[in-house]
C-alpha cells in the first residue's frame, strides 16, 4: 500500500514540475513579446508610389529653374510634350533607347514638341516589377536659349496613368536674363556650323542661316533615323548621279513638309475621295514635281468608320502597276520612298477623321499601261487596301478600279 501511495506522489510531482515549466515558457514569450520594438512586424512593405504626372499636365518653369519633370508612361501609350512658340528644340539626350524612345521628326529644325514613345524592352517584367515606384530613364531636352528639362519617366501598367499630354510653359526672356546672370551660355543656335556629333545626343537646331542638310543614310546615326520617313539605303540624296553634278538637289524633307502644310491650309483643294475600302478612301492631289528625279505626293485618307483604324506597318505604299489591253492588272512594281511626313499619329487614323500625307520618292519612268497608285490598308483587312491613283489620272479624283 505504501509504495502504492509512492508512486501516486511522484506522478503528481511530475505534473507539478511540468506545470510550472510551461507556465515559465510562457512568461518567456510574453517576455519577448514586450521586448520587441513598436509597430514591430514581419509583412513586407511594399514602398510607396512615386509622384508623377498623368494624363493631359501644364509644366510651369521660371527663368532660373532647370527643373525635372516626372511622368507615367505606359507600354502601350505614347507622349507628346510641347514647349513655347518663342523658344526651339536645340538638344535631345536620350538615356536609354532601348526603354524610351524620342520620335525623329523630319521636321525637327521647325518643331516645338518632341513625341515619346516606349522602347522594345520598357515593358520587360525587370522594368514593370518597378512600376509607379522608380523611373525607368530620363530624356533631356535643352532649348536654343538654354533651358534644360529632364523628363523621368516611370513605368504605369495602365493608359489611364501614363502622361499622354505636357505643356511647358515658360518665358524665354526671363529664362535668357537668368543664365546671362550665371554666366551661362545663351541663343545656342547663333554659333558657326558645327561637325557632325556622335549618337549619344541628338543636336536638333542648325544655327542661323544655315540649312539643315538631308542626310544620306550612310552618315545618318541610327539615333537619328526617321520612323515616320523612308531612306532609300543608298548614295541618291548623299550625291546626284554622273552628268547631274551641276544640278542642285531640292531638300526633300523640307519640300515635303511643305507640300504637307498647303494642303492642311487648303482641304478645299482635295475634290473627289476614291471608293471606300473596310472603312477608309483617299483623295489625292495632282503630283509634284521637285527636281529632275524627285517628286511628291500628296493625299489625305478618311476613316468613315466610328471605331480608329490602325494602318499596317509600311503604310501608305507607293507602287507601280501595269495593265493588260483589258485594264487588268498583271504586275506590281514598289515605288522607292525618301520622305515621309503626316498628320497622324502613331499610324492610327481615329473615327470619323481625315489624316494628310505627303511621300517624296523616286520619279518614276511610267508606259502607256502603267499606273502610279497609292495603298492604304489597316492591320484587319491588309489584303484589301484602300487605292488611289496619283498620275494624271488621279486629277479626276483617283477612283478605285
Same mark, same amino acid.
Given at each position: ?24 515558457? =510562457? ?6 513579446? *514586450? ?6 512586424? @514581419? ?28 511622368? !507615367? ?8 510634350? *510641347? ?11 536620350? !538615356?536609354?533607347? $532601348?526603354?524610351?524612345?524620342? *520620335? ?14 516606349? &522602347?522594345? %524592352? ?50 524665354? $526672356? ?16 547663333? %554659333? ?38 523612308? @531612306? ?53 492631289? +495632282? ?22 483604324? =490602325? ?17 487588268? +492588272? ?24 481625315? *489624316? ?10 511610267? &508606259? ?28 479626276? !479624283? %483617283?477612283?478605285?478600279?
Amino acid at each position: 500500500m505504501l509504495y502504492g501511495k509512492q508512486k501516486v506522489m511522484a506522478v503528481l510531482a511530475l505534473l507539478a514540475l511540468a506545470v510550472s515549466a510551461g507556465a515559465q515558457a =510562457r512568461k518567456r514569450d510574453v517576455r519577448r513579446a *514586450e521586448e520587441k520594438p513598436a509597430g514591430a512586424t @514581419h509583412a513586407v512593405e511594399q514602398p510607396p508610389a512615386a509622384s508623377y504626372l498623368s494624363g493631359e499636365a501644364n509644366v510651369a518653369v521660371s527663368g532660373n529653374q532647370n527643373p525635372v519633370v516626372k511622368l !507615367g508612361l505606359s507600354p502601350n501609350g505614347a507622349t507628346i510634350i *510641347e514647349f513655347p512658340a518663342s523658344d526651339k528644340l536645340f538638344n535631345i539626350i536620350p !538615356g536609354n533607347s $532601348n526603354l524610351v524612345t524620342v *520620335e525623329e521628326s523630319p521636321t525637327k529644325e521647325t518643331d516645338r514638341f518632341i513625341i515619346v514613345r516606349p &522602347g522594345d %524592352g520598357f515593358s520587360s517584367p525587370a522594368t514593370m516589377a518597378q512600376a509607379r515606384r522608380t523611373p525607368a530613364t530620363s530624356v533631356i531636352v535643352q532649348m536654343t536659349s538654354g533651358l534644360v528639362l529632364t523628363f523621368l519617366f516611370y513605368p504605369v501598367p495602365q493608359l489611364a496613368e501614363q502622361a499622354h499630354r505636357v505643356v511647358v510653359t515658360y518665358d524665354r $526672356n526671363e529664362v535668357i536674363a537668368a543664365r546671362r546672370a550665371s554666366g551661362l551660355a545663351v541663343n545656342l543656335d547663333s %554659333g558657326v556650323e558645327e561637325k557632325q556629333r556622335g549618337t549619344a545626343s541628338l543636336r536638333v537646331a542648325p544655327p542661323n542661316g544655315v540649312a539643315a542638310p538631308v542626310a544620306s543614310a550612310e552618315a545618318q546615326s541610327p539615333e537619328e533615323s526617321v520612323p515616320n520617313s523612308r @531612306h532609300s539605303g543608298d548614295a541618291d540624296l548623299k550625291s546626284p548621279p554622273p552628268g547631274e553634278s551641276r544640278l542642285k538637289r531640292v531638300d526633300l524633307g523640307n519640300a515635303a513638309s511643305a507640300a504637307l502644310a498647303q494642303a492642311l491650309n487648303n482641304p478645299d483643294s482635295f475634290k473627289k475621295y476614291g471608293d471606300d475600302s473596310h472603312g477608309l478612301s483617299i483623295s489625292a492631289l +495632282p503630283v509634284r514635281e521637285l527636281d529632275s528625279r524627285a517628286q511628291v505626293a500628296v493625299f489625305k485618307v478618311r476613316n468613315n468608320r466610328k471605331a480608329g483604324a =490602325r494602318l499596317a506597318p509600311g503604310q501608305p505604299e507607293l507602287y507601280i502597276e501595269t495593265v493588260n489591253d483589258q485594264g487588268k +492588272p498583271v504586275n506590281v512594281e514598289a515605288v522607292k520612298t525618301y520622305v515621309r511626313h503626316t498628320t497622324a499619329l502613331g499610324d492610327l487614323i481615329p473615327g470619323k477623321a481625315v *489624316e494628310y500625307y505627303a511621300v517624296a520618292y523616286e520619279a518614276p519612268i511610267l &508606259g502607256a499601261r502603267q499606273r502610279l497608285r497609292v495603298a492604304v490598308a489597316m492591320t484587319t483587312a491588309a489584303d484589301e487596301p484602300a487605292i488611289a491613283l496619283l498620275n494624271s489620272e488621279a486629277r479626276k !479624283g %483617283g477612283s478605285k478600279k
